[in-house]
């Protein structure tokens, strides 16, 4: 497809926009490399079903249900209350269930329950999920109060403080009826004091309760989600025999046992290999990786994506990487909590090849893995940037009108205008390759001390890394900012998206929940609470518009600086109640008055808050005897289609998992 050509942009529907994104230099991959990007591909897609059981108990079946009704509804298509159900089913497909994928509140439907019966009645019985000798009518009073009532799974994820975490959050980790008490208990009796080399303790499991006593029920072939695992393990094993290098392949290899055996001491051993393993372009994530569905941060969603390398933009990354040394022992940070050796901080640029499980299609921009902090503090961690994503986000958001109608003035927005792209880009750069990695924990210190305020104290961590490095004259001099004026653009927006427009994606009357939401609230609003103090910032109002004002930003370069420093020590320390006062006192609550100001705003500009991409579809090219020639890309697919023929091909799990 030509480039100019190419639509970033596809539908709009709620509060979501879907892009597309191009999977640049992809023809010029050798056949074995597109072979490879294939197999994973096929890998990254299988999981899928894991992912849609894990956000809820139910989801599966609803979205058997939803799509039995959206492929046979035999009624008028065109009237508001069918188009309201396609609404609700795409943003269920947007959120691999039926909570906000972001929010984590349950979607509300706004057609009504009659709507759905009937559909249901005209729906053909060999559609829909019925388990043995189950009516539609079964089917109904089974789902619709889970897809109605409000008070039912109302969130999938709760990090009230104070509540029982497990008992008010849906997400099907843990079988209903088991307390967070209990559930901590269990874990905190198989961890070993001293242990210096923990696993990753209840990772890759549902915990149960069987006659009275907590059980896991492993993720492995043999285990829960057996039958996703086989497929993927198919599709890995097919990887392995095309792999760029026989480490690649011993990577493959390993994954696989992980997958066969459960056993997360394999895990690590993985883990570690696939650290080491730098020389093959491609590369990818399949599997039980990050745990932000979990109330309790010890769960992993499944996930699963390919790539290859941006050789040219890789460039950008090296050098704060091979500079990693510098970084860490110049930072603000307490010298206990430095590293003295940076190992292995690896950081490249890459180009998304596909999307799966909890990466799609919402996908994070940047990832840096593994999170296991031993392996991390003695092998390092690969830390990557999706070029490609990028691209498209800033392609889709020109000219949108957002900035205009946020930015306090012209001269400000000259300024973002210029740099803010670059800054954006090494920022997520610094704080991916050098910001996680940097800092240890003390010896002794669990690295879970911090329970449900790790994730957020984690993310302002790496934040303020490369919020105070932005301002580094070292920058300057690796050639990765212009000036020295670049900074203030990202600091400019960073402390704007804090302070104001972060909250659009928040309702009315709720909380901020999202870690990374609550570690960019904590960061701007503890840092504008003491530069307004000193006179470095203020907000202005104008045409009754709320707008920030800064006015000194080297007063915000030490700021960060002085917060870095303490949030080190708080992760270091494994100080859980510093933690908790910083994330309930900045990260957390929103002013109604200022909140309601910026959605009104932000809905007369008419922008959908979140985006996720539409994958590629990828088509196998053969001669007459049916040897592989090439593999291509279409980018044609509509979401609908796609989705549906996921639930097709993919449909790896039976309706119900436990
Ligand atoms: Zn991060």
Known sequence: ????????????????????????????????????????????????????????????????????????????????????????????????????????????????????????????????????????????????????????????????????????SSCNYYAPGITQKEAEAFYNAQKEENDLHPIMYGMNSRLVKEHGELKEKVWKQDGLYGQAIEKIVYWLDKAATVAETPKQEQ????????????????????????????????????????????????????????????LKATERTEKLSSNA????????????????????????V????????????????????????????????KSVTIGNLTDAYNKAAQGNGFREEFVENEETCQLLKRYEDTCDDLHTDLHECLGHGSGKLLPGVDPDALKAYGSTIEEARADLFGLYYLADEKLVELGLTPDLEA??????????????TQAVRIEPGKDIEEAHMRNRALIARWTFERAEQRQAAWMVRKNNKTYLHIQDYSVLRELFGTLLKEIQRIKSEGD???????????????????????????????????????????????????????????????????????????????????
């Open 1 to 168: 497809m030509d480039n100019n050509q190419f639509q970033y942009t596809d539908e709009r529907f709620a509060d979501l926009q879907m892009l597309r994104y191009q999977v640049t230099d992809f023809e010029s991959l050798s056949l074995q490399q597109k072979k490879l990007l294939y197999y994973l591909s096929e890998a990254a897609l299988s999981g899928r079903d894991i992912l849609w059981d894990q956000n809820g108990r139910f989801n599966l079946r609803i979205r058997k249900t939803l799509e039995a009704v959206y492929c046979s509804y035999k009624g008028n298509r065109k009237l508001p209350e069918f188009q309201k159900f396609c609404v609700y089913l795409k943003r269920v497909w947007f959120s691999n269930g039926i909570h906000h994928h972001y929010g984590c509140n349950k979607i509300q439907p706004e057609f009504s329950e009659a709507f759905l019966r009937e559909a249901i009645e005209q729906t053909d019985s060999k559609d829909l999920p019925l388990t043995d000798g189950q009516s539609k009518e079964d089917l109904c009073r089974l789902l619709f109060p889970v897809i109605f009532d409000p008070t039912v799974m109302p969130k999938r994820v709760n990090q009230a403080d104070g509540e029982d975490l497990l008992l008010t």
């Open 350 to 381: 890459i180009t998304a090849a596909i999307l799966g499980g909890d990466l799609y299609p919402s996908s994070a921009i940047g990832i840096n893995l593994p999170n296991s902090n031993w392996v991390r503090a003695e092998y390092g961690s």
């Open 325 to 348: 040394q510098w970084f860490e022992d110049h930072s603000p940070v307490d010298a206990r909590f430095k590293k003295t050796c940076c190992k292995g901080v690896s950081a490249k």
């Open 576 to 658: 859980f109640e510093a933690a908790r006062k910083l994330v309930e006192n900045y990260g957390i609550k929103l002013d109604p008055t200022l909140h309601e100001e910026i959605l009104e705003r932000y809905r007369k500009l008419d922008l959908a808050p979140y985006k996720g991409f539409i994958n590629p579809r990828y088509e196998i090219i053969t001669d007459k005897d049916g040897n592989w020639t090439d593999v291509k890309l279409h980018y044609d697919e509509a979401y609908d289609t796609q989705m549906l023929r996921y639930s097709k091909d993919y449909a790896t799990l039976p309706y119900i998992n436990d």
């Open 251 to 310: 990577v493959l290899r390993k994954l696989i046992e992980f997958y066969q055996t459960g056993d997360l001491k394999t895990f690590d051993e993985y883990t570690i290999l696939w650290l080491q393993e730098q020389e093959a372009r491609i590369d990818f994530t399949n599997g039980f990786t990050e745990s932000y569905g979990d109330p309790l941060g010890m769960k992993a969603s499944w996930e699963g994506y390919a790539n290859f390398k941006d």
């Open 487 to 500: 900074y203030k653009a990202q600091y400019y927006s960073y402390m704007m998206n804090g302070l104001l």
